[in-house]
Every structure is written in structure tokens, then in C-alpha cells.
């Protein structure tokens, strides 16, 4: 079987196939950024952002890359409209003077098999930019039967303490809200 007929196959099975070096834009309909949130110690709240955009840089040869995400506000959404509009207020990400979030790494690291293990950058939110570290739980890609382009993306997490950033709202009365698990999905389409 020709190399041609051998990447058709791979294609058409969903078989994953090995990235190389290439710039990548972020694809919005499976890109996301979701958050959970102790509350009062009883439960959780959870929401997300949608529609983010940006840039994905990767070599798997050379064990490198990179990913600029802007995450707007506007499209939080907490399923409760009330809750969505308080996180949105100044008491919390104030997103009328700030109304994006942006993630920009500047280290990948890999492990000694060239798996993507972590992302390590800057996270900025209402002004202020700070390090976060975000574990890979996956990462692949893969030839996209839908766009005929190459994929590349993946999960990951992280845990933030929120008062880094200044966003101090009740951490009085609710301690453990200090700190936030992040899960974000990322997939980007080679140009």
C-alpha cells in the first residue's frame, strides 16, 4: 500500500496521525473553558465560557509548542442567569472593564515518549497576570473527517487560588471558594 492510500485509511478510520511542525487556529465549536467552584462546603457551582479563539503552535519532533486562548466573558454561562450576571459584576470578574480572560503559555512540557504532560504560562483576568500550570489529562490529533484538516488539541486542568487575581469576593465567609478547578478542552485545526 502507497504512503497516499496508507494516510486515506488512517483518515477514514479516525486513526491518529502524527503532528508536524504547523500553526494552527483554535476551533471554537470544540474549544471550551469550564470552572467548578466550592460552595459553602455543600456543593459545587459550575459554568463556562464558550466561543473561544486564538492560536495553537505544535512540533511533536521537536518536543515544542505553544497556545494563545481568549476567553471572552460575555459568554459565561452558569445555567442560572442571575448567578451568570453576579460572576460577570465587579465583585467578581468585572467584565465590563475587562471583558476577556487569555491564556498564553510559554512552556510545553513533554515526557520521555513526546507526550504533551502540561502546559505552563500566564493566565490574565481583570488586569492582572499570573502563572498557572495546566496538567494534560490527553492530548492527540488527528485527520478531521468533516474539515480534511489536521487537529490537534486536548484536556486539561488546573487548580487557581482566585484571590491572586484580586478576586477577593466572600472568601470570608466561604474559604474553600479560594480555589477553582479549571478544566479546559482545547482543539485546533491546521492552516
Not at 492510500?5 to 496521525?17: F, H, P
Not at 509548542?65 to 452558569?78: A, H, M, N, R
Not at 472568601?171 to 480555589?179: E, Q, V
Request: hydrophobic share 40%; net charge positive.
Amino acid at each position: 500500500m502507497n504512503k497516499l492510500a496508507s494516510i486515506l485509511m488512517a483518515a477514514l478510520l479516525g486513526i491518529t496521525v502524527p503532528a508536524v511542525a504547523a500553526d494552527y487556529k483554535i476551533d471554537p465549536l470544540h474549544t471550551n473553558a469550564r470552572f467548578t467552584l466550592d460552595h459553602f462546603a455543600t456543593s459545587s457551582n459550575v459554568g463556562g465560557f464558550y466561543n473561544l479563539n486564538g492560536k495553537l503552535q505544535y512540533d511533536a519532533a521537536s518536543k515544542t509548542g505553544f497556545v494563545d486562548i481568549t476567553i471572552p466573558l460575555s459568554t459565561l454561562d452558569t445555567g442560572r442567569s442571575e448567578f451568570t450576571k453576579h460572576l460577570q459584576s465587579k465583585a467578581f470578574f468585572n467584565a465590563a472593564q475587562y471583558p476577556d480572560l487569555r491564556f498564553v503559555s510559554n512552556n510545553w512540557v513533554f515526557d520521555n515518549k513526546g507526550k504533551v504532560r502540561a502546559l505552563r504560562g500566564q493566565l490574565t483576568m481583570v488586569g492582572q497576570t499570573h502563572s498557572v500550570t495546566l496538567r494534560a489529562t490527553k492530548f492527540n490529533c488527528y485527520k478531521s473527517p468533516m474539515n480534511q484538516a489536521q487537529v490537534c488539541g486536548g484536556d486539561f486542568e488546573a487548580i487557581i487560588d482566585r484571590s491572586q487575581w484580586g478576586i477577593n469576593e466572600y472568601l470570608t465567609a466561604m474559604p474553600a471558594s479560594r480555589y477553582v478547578k479549571l478544566n479546559i478542552q482545547i482543539e485546533a485545526a491546521r492552516q
